[in-house]
């Protein structure tokens, strides 16, 4: 069966990635462990370019080192969407009486990718670009693009969720859903050493 790979990139990290030692993952082999009975046509990474903290200065080149990775992968491809930092006022939980009840805090997040993601899927289905579709996120904002892709497009929808629980309304949509296992992870490990065009290079020695 020709699949299309949809993968939430921060959904996915936060999901099972985050504090593990399998951040060095080559999804193209992850893919193929996951599916082992289908043919995967394209691969379409959604992420957004991440601003270091002053806590953690080399955050930014971990992850362009990383989508370098990536893109070494043939049927590969990283959409972008945006990573917007501001600072914010919040209200304490529990504010201390003489103290400000009111502190400013760092807020990130990301723009964008499942709007990105949907349209993707979307417009893939409509020329007729695979015949499953497997979205990698756990977010139930993806719950609508994958009822239209089934029920309009006539496709099949799988979803491979990253988190511990499933979100029942993707769950409900879907063709068919699987989890990721951590030994899964473990096997599809890029080499330490890599190279592309622009020459060699390697996994970051921290993370």
């Known amino acids: 069966m020709k699949t299309n790979i949809y993968i939430d990139g921060f959904n996915f990290y936060y999901g099972c990635i985050k504090n593990t030692p399998y ?3 080559d999804v193209s082999v992850l893919c193929k462990i996951l599916l082992p009975k289908d043919t995967i046509n394209q691969i379409k990474y959604f992420t957004a370019l991440v601003t270091s903290r002053p806590n953690d200065p080399n955050q930014a080149i971990r992850q362009t080192t990383y989508i370098r990775a990536l893109e ?6 990283v959409i972008y969407g945006q990573f917007l930092s ?5 209200r304490l939980a529990s504010p201390v009486s003489g103290l400000p009840s009111f502190v400013d805090v760092l807020k990130s997040e990301e723009k964008g990718s499942d709007v990105n993601l949907a349209t993707h899927m979307l417009i893939d289905g409509f020329k007729n670009d695979y015949d499953l579709a497997i979205v990698v996120s756990n977010d139930s904002d993806l719950t609508l693009p994958v009822r239209m892709v089934r029920s309009e497009l006539g496709k099949k929808v ?3 969720n990253p988190h511990k629980y499933p979100s029942k309304e993707l769950q409900r ?4 859903l699987k989890s990721i296992r951590k030994s899964a992870l473990k096997r599809s490990q890029f080499p330490t050493n890599l190279s592309d065009s622009n ?5 970051p020695s921290t993370w």
Do not use: C, D, M, Y
Not at 72 to 77: K, Q
Not at 86 to 90: A, D, L
Not at 173 to 176: G, I, L
């Open 173 to 176: 949509e879907a063709t068919f």
């Open 72 to 77: 070494t992968i043939p049927n590969l491809s």
């Open 86 to 90: 501001s600072v914010v006022k919040r």
């Open 158 to 160: 799988g979803v491979i």
């Open 199 to 203: 020459g060699q290079f390697h996994k």
């Open 23 to 25: 951040k060095w993952l």
